[in-house]
């Protein structure tokens, strides 16, 4: 299955969804009737999820979350997930949610707003879903008008409601600060790991030392004396290698297999793969 590739992608076809965007915050309303619908979403900015009608089911990793009605999520960039969404049955299936996505200068303005000088944590931080409760519900249903008419709002004035929602959210939850603080400050992190977990994701090799906690240059030097190869040559290979695996061992179609594999163009990922193998994916298939 394709992740999207989100924010940019929701706001596009298929999806279509209505977005206001303001500098380093984009504000996304998925409002649909769906009974049951499953997909996969790569991260590229930081999203505050709010579902406000339904259920939003994540899996990430290891670990499953449900995100109800008048519940929230903070999830940081560079990371892949599988979802299930459902509508809510007494009122016609009707799913609706509100995304804001935060770059890392936002982050950065609001740790400067709360006035917080050591961004260092020990503790590393935990997902947990929360109620969104009064005045917090209000403002992010007051966000919905603007979706209709975009004119007639003012950036500066959604920006700084925006840092106030942040601070009154880590103001009373400490769990919630330290998520906010490790969203631009990342712990140190084992490389093997960071690898391991997201090697078949569709990242690039600044992701990967975002993930890990490192600059890119840090990130390349560990990698090198770990595996004494360079990262982008060992991800390749250890993209391909799977993809061969499931080629073998399932019917998925060549088509999934690239997206499952961290490739995001059949043409190229064909290409890599003779060019490794010595025969297409079709041919390495019609062997077994």
Known sequence: MKATKVPNELMN????????????VKIIESCTSVTDKKG??????????????????????NQRYTVSKNQMVLLKKNISFDYHKTGDLENNHSYDCIMFFL??????????????K?????????????KVKEPLLSFVLSIKPY???????????????????????????RNLLLQLLQLKQQVVADIPQIIEENYTNPLSLEDFAYLSGRSLSSFKRDFQLIYKV??????????????????????????????????????????????????TPSQTRAKF
């Open 13 to 24: 076809a298929p999806h279509y969804n209505n977005f206001l965007r303001l500098d380093s």
């Open 40 to 61: 996969a979403m790569f991260l590229k900015d930081h999203m505050l999820l709010f579902v406000l009608e339904g259920t939003k089911h994540i899996l990430y990793g």
């Open 103 to 116: 770059k890392d200068e936002f982050v950065l303005d609001y740790i400067k707003m709360a006035g917080i």
């Open 118 to 130: 050591d961004t260092t944590t020990e503790e590393m931080a935990r997902i947990t879903v929360k």
């Open 147 to 173: 979706f209709n008419d975009a004119s007639k709002i003012s950036p500066g004035l959604i920006r700084l409601k925006m840092l106030e929602l942040l601070y009154d959210l880590a103001n009373t939850d």
């Open 230 to 279: 360079s990262p982008g040559n060992y991800i390749r290979e250890r993209r391909l290698k799977k993809a061969k695996e499931l080629l073998t061992v399932t019917e998925l179609p060549v088509k999934d297999i690239c997206y499952e594999t961290g490739f995001d163009n059949v043409a190229h990922f064909s290409r890599l793969f003779k060019s490794f193998f010595g025969s």
